[in-house]
């Protein structure tokens, strides 16, 4: 490599260095996708951008869509009985720890969830006894 382009490579290196673990990946998807696409598409849709003026380049930036942001959206709902019960802590706040308790409660002997009387009658009516 000539001169100039060993300190071109190693501006670009620092740079890369430089950037945020997010930045990092934007630009490796950015890449994978323009890779997509033909050598000379690229290079017309670049020099097309080059072209434009400074304020078109701005309004194209700001009607970019954003990436989404934070977990996946289920696509269709979860049933409340498949979702997993959090854990009552000594940091869960007091309504919460009093709503819990009252919800459900153990029996002192087995450490099993209690049945409510309801339900047992209904249990017992069905077995026919």
Same mark, same amino acid.
């Given at each position: 490599?000539?001169?100039?382009?060993?300190?071109?490579?190693?501006?670009?290196?620092?740079? !890369?260095?430089?950037?945020?673990?997010?930045?990092? $990946?934007?630009?490796?998807?950015?890449?994978?996708?323009?890779?997509?696409? @033909?050598?000379?598409? #690229?290079?017309?849709? !670049? $020099?097309?951008?080059?072209?434009?003026?400074?304020?078109?380049?701005?309004?194209?930036?700001?009607?970019?869509?954003? @990436?989404? #942001?934070?977990?996946?959206?289920?696509?269709?709902?979860?049933?409340?009985?498949? =979702?997993?019960?959090?854990?009552?802590?000594?940091?869960? @706040?007091?309504? $919460?720890?009093?709503?819990?308790?009252?919800?459900?409660? =153990?029996?002192?002997?087995?450490?099993?969830?209690?049945?409510?009387?309801?339900?047992?009658? =209904?249990?017992?009516?069905? $077995?026919?006894?």
């Amino acid at each position: 490599m000539s001169a100039s382009e060993q300190e071109k490579l190693h501006a670009r290196m620092v740079d !890369w260095a430089a950037l945020s673990t997010k930045d990092r $990946e934007a630009a490796r998807l950015n890449f994978a996708q323009t890779k997509k696409f @033909p050598a000379p598409a #690229r290079t017309a849709n !670049w $020099e097309a951008y080059q072209a434009l003026p400074e304020e078109d380049k701005k309004a194209l930036i700001e009607a970019a869509s954003l @990436p989404p #942001r934070g977990a996946a959206v289920a696509v269709k709902p979860i049933a409340p009985s498949k =979702l997993a019960v959090v854990p009552v802590t000594r940091k869960t @706040p007091e309504p $919460e720890k009093a709503a819990a308790s009252k919800a459900q409660t =153990l029996d002192r002997y087995t450490l099993l969830p209690q049945v409510p009387k309801q339900k047992e009658n =209904l249990r017992l009516n069905s $077995e026919g006894k």
